[in-house]
């Protein structure tokens, strides 16, 4: 099985990752996609957080009848950090092949990430574009070390799962973000609760 892992806070979950997840479907040749709904994001303030079941509740939703797989399974793993989620991931399904999805923004922050070389020595990383983040993404410390491991799609959808391995993926996004939802409808959560 080819799985991809989106992790996230999922604050809430919605059209954009939906539709970056079916792009990741398609482009990747992927069986199915695993969205990782962070108990908590070290990089990220909790302070506007809503509860964990909620999150995972609007992430379901967004899921449905889809190839994709809300889950909540770091709560579950007791990790708390990709790489240590990677490496339980592995060793709990070592049939199956994971590549890591993100976008732009958090690759021009990779590098912030602990242990992020290992996190790219364990999975080949997909890289979504996102306007006004490109240029960010490749003046990035991580891209400055992920470039000579750079890609073209093809590579895994073959079936090439090497590691170090960085695939970009061009892309037109949808422009919602979690941030506008929250400031759009303050009293989203109440829908989950």
């Given at each position: 099985?080819?799985?991809?892992?989106?992790?996230?806070s999922?604050?809430?979950?919605?059209?954009?990752?939906?539709?970056?997840?079916?792009?990741?479907?398609?482009?990747?040749?992927?069986?199915e996609v695993?969205w990782?709904?962070s108990?908590?994001?070290?990089?990220?303030s909790?302070k506007?957080?809503?509860?964990?079941a909620?999150?995972l509740?609007?992430?379901?939703?967004?899921?449905?009848?889809?190839?994709?797989?809300?889950?909540?399974?770091?709560?579950?793993?007791?990790?708390?950090?990709?790489i240590?989620?990677?490496?339980?991931?592995?060793?709990?399904?070592p049939r199956?092949?994971f590549v890591?999805i993100m976008?732009?923004?958090?690759l021009?922050?990779f590098?912030?990430?602990?242990?992020?070389?290992?996190?790219?020595?364990t999975?080949?990383?997909?890289?979504?574009a996102r306007?006004?983040y490109?240029?960010k993404?490749f003046?990035?410390?991580?891209?400055a070390?992920?470039?000579r491991?750079r890609?073209?799609?093809?590579?895994l959808?073959?079936?090439?799962?090497?590691?170090p391995m960085l695939?970009?993926?061009?892309?037109?996004?949808?422009?919602?973000?979690?941030?506008?939802?929250?400031?759009?409808?303050?009293?989203?959560v109440r829908?989950?609760?």
């Amino acid at each position: 099985m080819r799985t991809g892992l989106l992790g996230g806070s999922f604050n809430p979950a919605h059209r954009g990752h939906r539709q970056i997840s079916l792009a990741a479907l398609r482009l990747l040749a992927l069986d199915e996609v695993w969205w990782l709904v962070s108990p908590g994001n070290p990089l990220k303030s909790g302070k506007d957080m809503a509860p964990l079941a909620v999150r995972l509740a609007s992430a379901r939703e967004q899921a449905r009848r889809a190839p994709i797989r809300a889950t909540a399974i770091e709560r579950d793993l007791g990790t708390r950090y990709t790489i240590d989620t990677l490496r339980a991931l592995k060793r709990r399904y070592p049939r199956r092949r994971f590549v890591w999805i993100m976008g732009a923004d958090n690759l021009a922050q990779f590098h912030r990430w602990k242990d992020w070389r290992a996190i790219a020595r364990t999975v080949p990383i997909a890289v979504f574009a996102r306007p006004g983040y490109e240029a960010k993404a490749f003046a990035s410390p991580a891209m400055a070390w992920l470039r000579r491991y750079r890609v073209p799609p093809a590579v895994l959808r073959r079936g090439d799962w090497r590691t170090p391995m960085l695939v970009w993926l061009s892309f037109d996004p949808d422009p919602i973000s979690a941030t506008e939802l929250r400031k759009a409808d303050p009293d989203w959560v109440r829908r989950y609760s």
